[in-house]
């Protein structure tokens, strides 16, 4: 069975500031792997994807994440952060095949100080 | 285009009655999936539909049923309402990479 686990419920970083947001998975083959983001009370918007090929992806919003195979990791990153980029975060993996299901993580939490 | 559309965005009940979450999707994606989430639990997955006409259960699918009406409709129906139903319900389309709709906040009280 599939499954995503982001250790950091909740991560404040300065306006400026990098981030590094982490994921790891649980898969039997080569996963597909997505970030989402989602605004307070809003719905969940599509940050970036790996389904195959380059192992760093680059999404919207200047994010981008690596696929590290060997450490089943699938890490988000921005160099600078925006206030505009505090929200929840979800690394997800999903299902090859007919149904490409998604497991979700319990997602981080980003808090951006002024 | 509008991509997924759910109704109603909020509704409240009491224990006991029933209610169906409509969702509706024109990108002619053959796979549908409704998930809930809670705080502190990211989404967890009731039931998915991987094409017209079959659907399966997921994580969480116990107290829910679903009907897969035509390629474009996935709805989702609690028969009798319970408050640990309360939550935010996530309906999606997908050929590989999902699109959620705006989402419905239930309340059981």
């Known amino acids: 069975a599939q499954s995503v686990t982001q250790p950091d419920i909740h991560i404040t970083v300065s306006e400026g500031a990098s981030l590094e947001l982490r994921c790891n998975y649980s898969?039997?083959?080569?996963?597909?792997l997505f970030w989402y983001v989602q605004s307070p009370g809003q719905g969940l918007q599509l940050l970036l994807k790996?389904?195959?090929?380059?192992?760093l992806v680059q999404g919207i919003k200047g994010f981008e994440a690596e696929f590290k195979r060997s450490q089943s990791s699938f890490n988000l990153r921005k160099p600078s952060v925006h206030w505009s980029d505090a929200a929840e975060y979800f690394c997800?993996?999903?299902?090859?095949?007919?149904?490409?299901?998604?497991?979700f993580g319990k997602g981080t939490l980003l808090t951006v100080n002024p | 285009n509008a991509g997924v559309t759910q109704t109603p965005k909020f509704q409240v009940l009491k224990t006991g009655q029933s209610m169906t979450l409509q969702c509706a999707q024109d990108?002619?994606?053959?796979?549908m999936y409704w998930y809930r989430q809670d705080p502190g639990m990211g989404l967890r997955l009731i039931y998915y539909?991987?094409?017209?006409?079959?659907?399966d259960k997921g994580e969480v699918p116990n107290g829910y049923n679903v009907s897969r009406l035509n390629k474009r409709e996935f709805s989702l129906r609690l028969e009798s309402a319970a408050p640990s139903q309360t939550s935010v319900y996530f309906c999606?389309?997908?050929?590989?990479?999902?699109?959620f709709g705006p989402g419905t906040r239930l309340t059981v009280t």
């Open positions: 999606a389309s997908s050929e590989g990479i999902a699109y």
């Open positions: 898969y039997g083959a080569t996963p597909y």
């Open positions: 790996y389904f195959s090929g380059d192992t």
């Open positions: 997800a993996v999903g299902a090859r095949g007919s149904n490409y299901k998604l497991t």
């Open positions: 990108m002619n994606h053959n796979s």
């Open positions: 539909s991987a094409s017209e006409g079959t659907t």
